[in-house]
């Protein structure tokens, strides 16, 4: 389908019933999380005396936040695949309420670290057990991306600014009381007002959101020990290259920003900054972040995820190349801004892939064991950086008979850049499925823009199988979406046009195996000028019969063109139009063969588009093509009916010439 408008795709999940009001607790949450952060350490500072007491207390309390995902992160997943994942969250949110009502109830600093500890417990079984659930609560698998940048832009952006705005407003409040007296019962409220925020949330899941259960209690009741659970989720993330890949990538892309956040402060006075240019670096990382998940979702219709993943930790490894050789001011913020776009795109991939290509048993384990990398990587960068500053100091390097005095935060980024370039490198190669292909032609390919395409149309192809049985899947296919009262125009690439190319190939003498596919090519070059960009500019539903395979067969029968030129070249004679969905017709390769291929070259187009499919399946609909035709084509609609549009788009019948 064509890229939805950004308002289009938000009001189509927000319209959802059970993932607007998970959102609002989402919201909720983030709120709460964020105004407690600033409560509890104004409040630990309070209830600490002296300076070296207070900054204990103020350390101590991002300290303890973070120290539960040392402990029992893969437990929380464990248990959010376990036990009703609305179950979990409702009790994790009353335990809330309580631990937030008693900390100005005790007014103790060691009772506060307890409470802070426990909080961050239950928020370790709450993340896993709401983010396993938001892929169920969706119509659609691709509107899991939408879902997610909703999510991060409410936790990062919106919530942020409710917090800070409400923790503002109330110490202004409390200022009209004067004194200590009036500020510490301004931070009492903001703890008595997340307290019920989270109650209220725990009255919205258990009462309101019913779907976040998912499973059935028959399958809850079956599932096997808690320890069972750990064992085969950890076997789970080693044993799969996607997994492996994605965990890999995430450890390079927050060590990077680990980095950054850690000599911040340092790398500022190295540029000839104060506070100030810190202040703005910082921000600078959240622009960026913000960008990058902002343009993820267009990058992502170019580049299947799997491989956009590791290119942008690559990506944002170079970038931090470039903050360490940064001479000026203007280009660090230029080349910190570039960290955090890259690290937002890979932030939002990563939690895309986990939501689309991860199963729902699983799903909660591999949630928690990535938060807990998240959370662990981060700490340790933080805490490992400023040590390791310190160690390296100030160098003296001469280049070109010159001397010159390198920062020690210049060597531990350009150190950190280049280690999270070659961990972004190991994520790629783990998840990518396309390994005949380089990276950079897809890059470029994300950057570069084909021929515009307009209207509401939807280009569906049919591939796979023997030529018959495509032809026969797209003419059932056809009939039943006319039937539903869409506007159809069918296309038999294995008829007409096959004879065009026969023709051109016979009058042009045409006996190089490169020149006839060249042949090919002009031929769909012009089908899609002439009758499918037309058709879909009109908003009609665009049935074609092998769609890649009517080129791809020719380069495998030429036995001379490789994949990668082969892709490039149904991307220019296509002017880079690809099917919105296509349909696989899956067989175990023993069975018929195309009429116009050996069987040997048949199997290798078949796995071929196999792992295209694997490589995207965010636009493929694989379907068993055992069986009768009936059976199949009632496969074939039910995979693909959720991902169409509501019939009508077009405002008459559209008519192939």
Known sequence: MPAAPTAHRVRSVLAIPAFRRLWLVTAGSATGEWLSLLALSALA??????????????????????????????????????????????????????????????????????????????????????????????????????????????????????????????SSAGAAFGGDAGETATLHVALALTGVAYLVMAVTVGFFIPEISGRATERREQAPGVLALLRDGFRFVAGTPLVRGLVAGIVGAFAAGGTVVGSATLYAASLGGGNAAY?????????????????????????????????AIVAAGAALVLVALAPHLFVAITAVALVGGFAGIAFLTGLTIIGTEVADDVRGRVVAFVQSIVRLTLLGSMALVPLVVGLVSAQRVELLGRAFLVDGTRIVMLAGGLVAAVVGTVAYRQMNDRRTEPMLPDLLAALRRGVPRT????????????????????????????EAGHAVVELDDSGRDRERWEA??????????????????????????????????????????????????????AAEVEPRELDSLVLWATGRLRPDVSVLLDRDGSGTTAPSLPGEEHMRVQRLLTRMAAAEPHRYVVVDAAGPASVVAERVWAGLAPMLPSPGAASAPVVAP
């Open 45 to 170: 500072t309070q209830l600490a005396s002296g300076y070296q007491a207070q900054s204990f207390a103020l350390g101590g309390v991002v300290a303890t936040k973070l120290l539960p995902a040392l402990l029992l992160g893969p437990l929380a997943g464990a248990l959010a695949d376990k036990f009703d994942r609305r179950h979990v969250m409702v009790v994790c949110d009353v335990l809330r309420f309580g631990l937030f009502i008693s900390i100005p109830l005790v007014g103790s600093l060691v009772w506060l670290f307890v409470a802070v500890f426990l909080i961050e417990l239950c928020a370790m079984f709450w993340i896993p057990a709401k983010d396993a659930a938001v892929p169920n609560l969706l119509r659609r698998p691709e509107q899991v991306e939408t879902a997610n940048q909703l999510a991060l832009v409410v936790t990062y952006g919106v919530a942020v600014l409710a917090a800070s705005g409400l923790f503002t407003a109330l």
């Open 455 to 482: 209207g509401s149309g939807v280009l569906v192809a049919v591939e796979g199988g023997p030529a018959e049985e495509t032809a026969e899947q797209a003419a059932l296919l056809a009939a039943r979406l006319r």
């Open 279 to 311: 202040g703005i670096l910082f921000a600078a990382v959240f622009v960026g972040l913000a960008l990058g998940m902002a343009v993820a979702p267009g990058m992502a219709r170019r580049i299947p995820h799997n491989r956009l993943f590791g290119a």
């Open 504 to 557: 051109a190939v016979r009058e042009a003498a045409l006996g190089g195996a490169r020149a006839q596919v060249l042949a090919a090519a002009a031929v769909r070059a012009d089908l899609v000028e002439r009758v499918i960009r037309p058709a879909l500019a009109q908003g009609a539903v665009v049935v074609v019969d092998r769609f890649l395979a009517g080129l791809v067969q020719y380069g495998v029968a």
